[in-house]
């Protein structure tokens, strides 16, 4: 091995993979001083494109010294041999659901963004919570030796781990979800503090009379959006009214028709928090029905920043899911969390505001 790399392995290190030393190609490609795709040539033999003498040694010579498992550069790998080296370096992100609804794709879309400075490959499963399905998923992943498992739900809950991942030595992190006993890393939206946000967003521009059009009530999201609704109406003194707490179920419909409900009271709400966008969609169509006007004569703000929310007219105001975000977080803990059995405090990320045009000061009512 050149000085060179001696010097950069002594002082960059190689890739921690969460409670124990894993060696990747994104480690031999620092300390060979080229990139991950070179490393990838070169380990699996592919003669596809030239690369030097010089630069096949570095890596070679680096990816032993690090203790990588290198063929035999005289033999051509198999395709057994082929598929080991790129699995060894793959992350699976297994999920529940990812068609119904965009927040895991943009969860996925994040930790595909993240490795790209890490070099991995991410292999993608749906289980559709399939009592066969899952299972026989993740045994698959671990028979493959992968280097972590990310296992995902599309709405924010308490998930029991299956004990196929509670025995492996493969790290496993939890992303949108986590366990009661905390022995694994997980990460959620702050959904409290983002339904106390989005309600105060509503309190700062003067509103008093302010309703909230929920999702189901026994998921977390529901009830984190709606204590945090609650609590914002506390710390400004402005009395609970359970008048204007409808339930929806998160689809236009819902939105629709809880809206024409809380117009219809005798004291009518001049704000509206919608805890997701799609029934704000369904609020906007009832209200302008009603010859209202937003945000003139009602203020409106949603929840997850959906492409929609921009669209509207006049744009919504909502909170952004931070998914993206939580899928950069489980790869930085993969590589660089703590090591060890332990409780892990659970993570979550803050659902930051994006102010449109759906909110401004109320009309004095005569």
Request: hydrophobic share 40%; glycine share 8%; proline share 6%.
């Amino acid at each position: 091995m050149n000085e060179q790399a001696k010097k950069s392995s002594q002082h960059r290190g190689v890739g921690k993979v969460a409670g124990r030393q894993r060696v990747t190609m994104h480690d031999i490609a620092r300390v060979a001083g080229c990139s991950q795709t070179t490393v990838s040539l070169v380990l699996n033999k592919n003669d596809s494109v030239k690369i030097s003498e010089d630069t096949k040694t570095r890596v070679l010579d680096a990816a032993k010294t690090l203790g990588y498992s290198v063929p035999n550069q005289n033999t051509k790998p198999s395709t057994k041999e082929r598929r080991s080296t790129i699995l060894d370096d793959a992350i699976a992100f297994v999920v529940d659901d990812l068609a119904s609804s965009p927040e895991m794709v943009n969860a996925f879309n994040g930790v595909k963004q993240a490795v790209r400075e890490t070099g991995n490959l991410v292999l993608l499963a749906e289980t559709q919570n399939d009592p066969e399905v899952e299972p026989s998923t993740l045994q698959f992943f671990l028979d493959q030796k992968v280097a972590g498992i990310i296992y995902a739900t599309v709405f924010t809950r308490r998930v029991v781990v299956p004990e196929l991942l509670r025995q492996t030595a493969t790290p496993v992190l939890l992303l949108n979800c986590f366990s009661e006993d905390l022995l694994f890393p997980a990460v959620i939206p702050g959904e409290i503090a983002g339904g106390h946000s989005a309600t105060n967003a509503l309190i700062r521009a003067g509103h008093e009379r302010i309703a909230t059009i929920t999702g189901e009530p026994f998921m977390e999201c529901a009830a984190g959006r709606t204590t945090g609704y609650r609590n914002a109406l506390a710390s400004a003194d402005i009395p609970f009214d359970e008048d204007l707490v409808v339930e929806g179920n998160w689809l236009p419909s819902a939105g629709y028709a809880a809206t024409q409900k809380l117009m219809g009271l005798s004291n009518p709400p001049t704000g509206i928090f919608c805890q997701n966008d799609r029934m704000a969609i369904g609020c906007y169509e009832a209200l302008k029905e009603l010859g209202l006007a937003i945000p003139e004569d009602v203020s409106v703000i949603g929840f997850d920043d959906d492409e929609t929310a921009r669209h509207l007219s006049p744009p919504l105001t909502s909170m952004i899911l931070p998914t993206r975000a939580m899928g950069r977080w489980v790869i930085e803990q993969l590589f660089h969390g703590p090591t060890g059995d332990q409780r892990h405090p659970l993570v979550k990320l803050e659902c930051e505001l994006v102010e449109r045009d759906s909110i401004t000061q109320p009309k004095t009512r005569g």
